[in-house]
């Protein structure tokens, strides 16, 4: 490929390797790079790319300096690593290889006010960013996610967004710009919120058909497709359902799987910020107990 990629991604998890991939079939050309790390990260992104059918239009890059000079002007590099300070270092070795006018995206599940602190230091050196929260997964990631995106510079890559979002009952792209600072990760951290509601909900459902009805696992599943066929259909049930199909030789899997949920962080902060604002969120605050309560099992 020549050496102007029209963006940029740096890390190649489950997540990147779907974007990169989501974005490569929609017509981008992209360069993509991964971090070196002697007898644990070689040569990630260059093995990516090889194995990959898109080698014309993709370049994997090790070497940052590299991977910068490869993007055309006005530079848009999309980060997927994970949140927090791994976020802060990557910035603070991209920063020195930019120029104003540049566009860096955290597409992680960053804390808002952690993206207004980015957003304001990069634009004293007049650097675009954007917060945008990528809800779908790493299946959603390469099939279509939804983006919820807040910062600046987001013409520079509203067209590439919309054109890897899934897409609503109307045909319109699940991709909008929300509003200033870190308004779409925000909305992304409200958004976790809700999903631990609904997640919980189906394992209460679960639990008293299971246990009070002596209902089996194969036919809760039949009944959680049966309301897949109403406007209770959602993504979540779904998965659900295939997981109570699964076996484990003669045994339903659900029986061996230690009933233990972790979190990301997003579930307690939007308690928090409700906390903050004096808004009632009950449902979600006993969801994310609930996950405390379940941590507490070995």
Same mark, same amino acid.
């Given at each position: ?52 059918? #898109?080698?014309?239009? $993709? ?9 910068? &000079?490869? %993007? !055309?002007?006005?530079?848009? =590099? ?106 779409? #990760?925000?909305?992304? $951290? ?9 997640? &919980?909900? %189906? !394992?209460?459902?679960?639990? =008293? ?90």
């Amino acid at each position: 490929m020549n050496s102007h990629a029209q963006i940029g991604i740096i890390g190649l998890g489950a997540m990147g390797q779907g974007l990169a991939l989501n974005i490569v079939e929609k017509g981008y050309k992209i360069s993509v790079f991964n971090r070196h790390l002697d007898g644990m990260e070689e040569n990630v992104a260059q093995d990516f790319v090889a194995k990959s059918e #898109h080698r014309e239009t $993709m370049a994997g890059f090790d070497e940052l300096n590299s991977f910068i &000079q490869s %993007l !055309a002007a006005p530079r848009k =590099i999309l980060l997927l690593v994970s949140a927090g300070a791994a976020v802060d270092e990557v910035i603070e070795s991209l920063t020195p290889l930019l120029n104003a006018g540049d566009l860096i995206i955290d597409g992680g599940n960053s804390h808002y006010r952690d993206t207004d602190r980015r957003l304001n230091d990069l634009k004293t050196m007049n650097i675009d960013y954007l917060g945008a929260g990528i809800s779908g997964g790493p299946d959603g990631a390469r099939q279509g996610p939804a983006i919820m995106v807040g910062g600046t510079g987001y013409g520079k890559v509203s067209d590439l967004l919309c054109s890897i979002a899934t897409q609503d009952k109307s045909g319109k792209p699940c991709c909008d710009y929300i509003g200033a600072g870190g308004a779409g #990760h925000y909305v992304k $951290m409200v958004h976790n919120g809700i999903e631990y509601v609904e997640m &919980q909900l %189906l !394992a209460e459902v679960y639990q =008293i058909l299971r246990y009070y009805c002596q209902v089996e696992p194969q036919e809760i599943a039949s009944i959680f497709n049966t309301w897949r066929e109403t406007d209770l259909d959602s993504y979540l049930l779904k998965v659900t359902a295939d997981i109570l199909t699964q076996m484990d030789g003669d045994e339903p899997f659900i029986d061996k799987v230690l009933d233990k949920a972790g979190q990301k962080g997003t579930g307690s902060w939007s308690v928090a910020s409700a906390m903050d604002l004096g808004v009632p969120s009950s449902t979600i605050s006993e969801a994310l107990m609930a996950r405390y309560l379940s941590k507490m099992k070995d």
